[in-house]
């Protein structure tokens, strides 16, 4: 029976200069996490030792890492978001082939952060800045972005931000005549509670009311805790 051909929609890489806690600020000197992991790490953990392996994997969607953020307070766009550009430098080098042609050809589509949170005219100069930070090549491998929220555990901070109308135009602006953007939903009902998804039950509602389904932004929930992939184009 041949292999069953899988694509793997959620890796986090990094490279050794990024395993530390200016690249990641969640990073500890002692965390097992805490070393690079390149996708020659990947394939040995996720190629199968038998003879007759029963998967193959056939490419895989990689996942922004939580590259750390300065505050903006004072500083500009490039310089206070300057480790989540060196997120897309990196995945720059992996797609134009400094690690070879087997990890431009098993990226299949890369998902990096966006500033969600600071309002339309940054996310707009945000987008920009990635553009020429990625170049063509890697651009065209971008399908989405996503922006963590499992660290506001202020319902009130939480539901003020994603309610807002300028939130809600940024996430409506990821379908337009010239893009198809989805949005990774960084939440964990383990660490957030349940509340975070309902309340982005309501996001959801939002974006898509009365917009036809072949044109509503897509929502993806990413694993995280006892979280499970699925994407939602809306509640109805």
Known sequence: MPPIKIIDSHIHLWPASAANSAGHSWMTPDFILTKQHLLQEYYKASDPDSPTPDYEV?????????RALLSPNGRSLSQWAAQPLEEIKFLRSMVEGEYGDRDTKTLLALIPCATMDQGRDVFEEWLE?????AGPKTWEKV???RFLFQAINDEY?????????GFLAILRSFRSEE??????????QHDGGVWQ????AE??????EGVPREKQVTFILGKSSNLTFICLKGCG
């Open 58 to 66: 056939q490419g895989v969607v990689y996942l922004e890492t939580d």
């Open 129 to 133: 800045l990635a553009r020429e930070t």
């Open 143 to 145: 399908r989405g972005f």
């Open 157 to 165: 901070k939480f539901r003020n931000l994603v309610l807002s109308e």
């Open 179 to 188: 893009r198809d953007f989805a949005f990774e939903v960084g939440v964990s």
């Open 197 to 200: 998804l309902e309340t982005f």
């Open 203 to 208: 996001v959801v509602e939002k974006v898509n």
